[in-house]
């Protein structure tokens, strides 16, 4: 079964007033570059950079991790995958929300006793540094390009919905001035600039989004089920309400669905920009605190996208949603429309790019922190850079991310973010996760099993995504043209294969592995991840 759209459905022009919609976000953006630049007062170590001097309470850091979770993906790829998909685009809500649980269960704690500025602090703890930092940084700086990708292309998806910009060149340009103003916020405000955004962003989000859902739910009497007749009356298809409507079509979507849950679920205590989060706390109690905190603002946020989903079917309609300049990435801010008019749909929008600038400066520092910390500082320098210069390698290398972060967004415009968000989650649960669990938890991993499991995660999942039908093949490719098709491998998402490969050669690795690891560090992180003891000081060179 699939939604059958209008076939004389035109793109809609762009709705309310352009000028309001730039002049409500420029607001914004005023504001939170004031508070950037009042939190980079005391940006003079890298602990400060990185973790913002661990300066931040469990609540606090709690509305950062949520608004560094919920990002445009949230907001708009699954209101637009429910407005088009129905129930089968909510499972990336339920997939999102569940996966906490794995993070709070099996890493938060321990992580944030173990380590120090990043992932690779943990990995590398009681293996050999060199060989697991590099593989750690590489990891960390794929699955933060990935989901940067779809951040950016969130980001063009919305601004050619307000403003009517439906020429590649423009998009283009819009896609760069936001990865500028990302570049800008990172470089002069460092973890705790970042954080504040990332507070404010979700207070935002949440209250705009609860503001919408209240809106829609009076519209229909508070009668949720009237907003589901409504719904499937105006999608002319009562499928949206069944399972089965994207992922059961066939065999092998069926089996794309629960590699698309795998990858969720397992991918979010992996994510680097995440588990990064952990360390600007300053105790283990406050990290849990943290990870309940997200839990409820999240999982609150995620029930709101269900009504929104829905009302953006019934107020606007599928039809109309797939044929705007954004696709389905347009159902939020054309439900906005459609309730309060311009004066909304320019709220909900700056909020919708607050959401992209603060996920993308959350991405971009973790990986800078990842190179300037793992590569230069630990690798290059064996842990004992000039004071100061760790900072300075950071900073540079948020540029070039950007600019990287630029060039990929303008690839990958047009593409829904929550796909593209499942696949950094793909990578991320198939090059992290198991190395993660293997340290923490199994007293025999060795560097060997380590470096295949990161390794190996990681080339399956992207060599299968380069050769899956995301890239090439069909109508909604990154490569649009028929003509190039080498696709070859039949899922959307690689985590089927890739997360229990990536399991497998971790074991197999270890196993093979003549040599054994120093007992007194094994012993040592042991106490530390289950106690706290030391965990300042965790990071030995």
């Known amino acids: 079964m699939s939604i059958v759209f209008a076939a004389d459905a035109a793109p809609t022009a762009a709705p309310g007033n352009p000028w309001l919609n730039i002049g409500i976000f420029a607001l914004f953006v005023a504001i939170t570059m004031v508070i950037v630049f009042r939190a980079s007062r005391n940006n003079k170590t890298a602990s400060d950079y990185y973790a913002a001097g661990r300066s931040f309470t469990g609540g606090q850091n709690g509305a950062a991790i949520a608004g560094d979770y919920l990002s445009a993906a949230s907001f708009l790829g699954i209101v637009g995958a429910i407005a088009v998909t129905g129930y089968d685009g909510f499972m990336y809500s339920i997939g999102f929300l569940v996966a906490w649980l794995v993070a709070l269960l099996l890493v938060a704690e321990l992580l944030r006793n173990t380590g120090r500025f990043t992932m690779a602090d943990v990995l590398s703890f009681r293996l050999k540094q060199t060989p697991v930092r590099v593989a750690a940084a590489i990891t960390t700086l794929v699955v933060c390009f990935f989901y940067l990708l779809a951040q950016m292309a969130g980001a063009g998806g919305l601004v050619s919905l307000l403003l009517d910009v439906t020429d590649t060149l423009g998009q283009s340009l819009v896609i760069t001035v936001v990865g500028a103003l990302m570049i800008l916020y990172v470089l002069i405000g460092g973890m705790k600039g970042t954080t504040w955004v990332q507070i404010i962003k979700a207070v935002l989000l949440i209250a705009g989004a609860a503001v919408m859902t209240v809106w829609v739910l009076a519209l229909n009497g508070f009668d949720f089920s009237a907003l589901l007749a409504k719904a499937t009356e105006v999608a002319e298809n009562p499928a949206i309400l069944d399972p089965g409507l994207k992922y059961g079509v066939s065999d092998i979507s069926k089996v794309d669905f629960i590699s698309l849950g795998l990858a969720l679920v397992l991918g979010t205590a ?83 790019f607050a959401t ?42 948020v540029i070039v991310i950007g600019i990287i972060a ?6 990958a415009n047009g593409q829904n973010v929550a796909f ?68 070859w ?40 991840s289950l106690t706290g003891i030391g965990a300042e000081g965790a990071t030995q060179h």
């Open 270 to 352: 992996a994510l680097p920009h995440v588990l990064m989060r952990f360390y600007t706390v300053p105790t283990a109690k406050e990290a849990r605190k943290s990870v309940v905190w997200a839990i409820w603002l999240i999982g609150i946020f995620y029930l709101f996208t269900l009504v929104l989903g829905y009302g953006a079917a019934a107020l606007v309609g599928p039809a109309v949603i797939a044929a705007a300049p954004g696709g389905v990435n347009s159902a939020a801010p054309l439900l906005a429309n459609a309730l309060g008019g311009p004066l909304l749909l320019g709220l909900i929008s700056a909020i919708a």
């Open 489 to 528: 491998f039949p899922l959307s998402n690689p985590g089927i294969v890739s997360i229990p490969l990536a399991f497998f050669l971790g074991w197999l690795g270890t196993i093979l592995d003549k040599g054994t690891e120093d007992p007194a560090k094994e012993a040592e992180m042991e106490v530390r």
């Open 406 to 411: 630029i060039i990929g967004g303008i690839g």
């Open 356 to 397: 992209i600038l603060a996920v993308v400066a959350g991405l971009t520092i973790t990986a800078a922190a990842s190179f300037a910390h793992d590569i230069y500082a630990s690798v290059v320098k064996k842990g004992k850079p000039a004071p100061g210069a760790e900072v300075k390698v950071a900073r540079r290398t």
């Open 420 to 487: 593209l968000v499942a696949l950094a989650f793909a990578v991320a649960a198939s090059a992290n996760l198991p190395t993660i669990v293997y340290s923490l938890y199994w007293k025999r991993f060795t560097t060997k099993g380590a470096l295949w499991s990161m390794y190996g995660g990681l080339a399956s999942a992207i060599i299968l995504i380069a050769f899956s039908p995301v890239v090439s093949g069909s109508e909604t490719s990154m490569l649009k043209t028929e003509a190039i098709d080498f696709a």
